[in-house]
């Protein structure tokens, strides 16, 4: 079973890379070729429908990832009410987020019917690519990622493709964002429709659920969706709202790099989660599981965080274009935000643990510290205030989350941080040879990933004891 999980997570990380990878030079490209200016307006309407895009499932897509786990055979009847649901606040969504932006975000430099239509796009694409969070539980529920990886990999080809043809072309931002909501909804459509049949059937149990009661279960997802998407976008939305428009563009970009380590995270849960689901709360046989989780988010942690932040010079240069001291400093300041990932153990347990609210309670504790502090230093001009602020603002998220994991089952909520610090005796001492040798960046972090892997396998890092967990998790 281990090894069986162990595939599906690679699979993910595979189609999560290549799409991170294709978003990012997306970015680069397009920052290159708008402009500061203009890129901060693409990006902060991008950020701002993809915090409205959160609401659009009212949180039913993970009742019916906890419910379609653990009932089997109601998933396919409750997949089709939660696919109603979606499409209907989607379109509700559009015209409430599409008429404040067109009073609240300037457009500059084209007429007014191009507005619009730059802000239909911005907000559409974001939407519908919320979809994929639906399809992703179809896939969970039916235990295959196959059809999923495939449309999403192709989506993100086919708008990095689609960009490089339009700023030939001299599309200008009509042009990108018509590129960007044509590749999410064509990818979107045919990744449903293959996701959708792969469901089991409802046989006998087709009845559908009430949807008020729907509704009332979705609730504390739906908070838990929201303020997690709020992380990363929340910034940029300050910034782009009070007219610190380069900033935006800048944050927003170095910031998904971030985004890509914390995937290994989400990918990491997605796996699980439907194992985990199916304890049904069951305190025993979820604390088994935590210390190996943490364990595997720490040594995660330190393979994407040192090197970030000893080749941040390079990497910012190939993002912003530029050797700018602003973007090295707050990618810098950010590798400190990776490490805190064997955190999000805590969080996701949460989850499983049946302490939905508590979950809510911590990432509101969490953004309202960093929106904060944001607003503090967005007034001072400090990038790395602004990324400070989202370190300690997810930091207290992770220690309320501890706090209420620890008071609900017998976790040792420090084997986290233990784990990260004696993951530092072995990649600090590799760091620091790396830093002092003059090789190109990319040779660099694939010589650290190498030797940091064989010094923690040689070290017996992971125990037999860890590998037999994974293993039960078949037979629960």
Not at 84 to 101: D, E, K, N
Not at 155 to 179: D, E, K, M, P, Q
Not at 239 to 264: C, F, K, N
Request: aromatic residues 12%.
């Amino acid at each position: 079973m281990f090894v069986e999980r162990l595939f599906r997570f690679l699979q993910l990380f595979a189609t999560n890379a290549l799409t991170k990878v294709c978003w990012a030079a997306s970015l680069i490209l397009l920052l290159r070729s708008l402009g500061p200016e203009q890129f901060g307006t693409l990006v902060t309407l991008w950020a701002l429908s993809s915090l409205a895009a959160g609401v659009t499932d009212l949180g039913v897509s993970q009742v019916l990832l906890r419910e379609g786990a653990r009932q089997p055979e109601i998933a396919r009847s409750l997949a089709k009410q939660v696919l109603r649901i979606q499409i209907g606040v989607s379109v509700l969504v559009a015209i409430l987020l599409m008429t404040y932006a067109e009073y609240v975000i300037p457009v500059k430099g084209v007429s007014a019917s191009t507005r619009v239509w730059i802000i239909f796009c911005a907000v559409a694409a974001s939407l519908i690519d919320r979809f994929q969070n639906l399809f992703t539980v179809f896939s969970q529920l039916t235990g295959g990622f196959k059809r999923y990886m495939r449309w999403r990999s192709l989506g993100f080809v086919a708008a990095l493709a689609g960009f490089g043809i339009t700023v030939r072309a001299n599309g200008g931002l009509a042009g990108v964002s018509s590129v960007y909501l044509f590749a999410m909804a064509a990818t979107s459509i045919f990744m449903g429709q293959s996701t959708w049949n792969a469901l089991p059937d409802s046989g006998t149990s087709s009845a559908e659920h009430k949807s008020i009661d729907l509704l009332r279960n979705g609730l504390p997802f739906l908070s838990v969706s929201v303020l997690t998407l709020a992380y990363g976008r929340v910034e940029v939305s300050i910034l782009g709202s009070i007219g610190q428009i380069s900033m935006a563009g800048t944050y927003h970009a170095i910031y998904q790099i971030v985004l890509l380590a914390y995937s290994l995270s989400a990918i990491w849960f997605t796996v699980v989660y439907p194992k985990l689901y199916e304890y049904r709360g069951d305190k025993l046989l979820l604390s088994s599981d935590f210390s190996t989780c943490a364990r595997s988010l720490a040594f995660l942690a330190w393979c994407c965080a040192l090197p970030l932040f000893l080749y941040a010079k390079p990497i910012s240069a190939i993002i912003v274009g530029g050797d700018s001291a602003a973007a090295i400093q707050l990618l810098r300041w950010l590798a400190l935000l990776i490490l805190l990932m064997p955190g999000t153990a805590a969080l996701n347990f949460l989850l499983p643990l049946d302490l939905i609210w508590q979950r809510v309670i911590c990432d509101a504790l969490g953004i309202a510290v960093t929106v904060s502090g944001v607003l503090l230093a967005a007034s001072a001009g400090s990038m790395i205030g602004i990324a400070l602020s989202a370190t300690v603002g997810y930091a207290s998220a992770i220690a309320v989350a501890s706090f209420f994991v620890r008071k609900s089952v017998s976790i040792n909520w420090h084997v986290p941080w233990c784990a990260l610090s004696s993951l530092a005796c072995r990649a600090l001492p590799l760091g620091a040879l790396l830093w002092a040798l003059s090789i190109p960046w990319w040779i660099g972090s694939c010589i650290y990933l190498t030797l940091f892997f064989t010094a923690t396998l040689l070290t017996g890092y992971f125990s037999p004891k860890e590998i037999a967990i994974w293993r039960q998790l078949r037979t629960g």
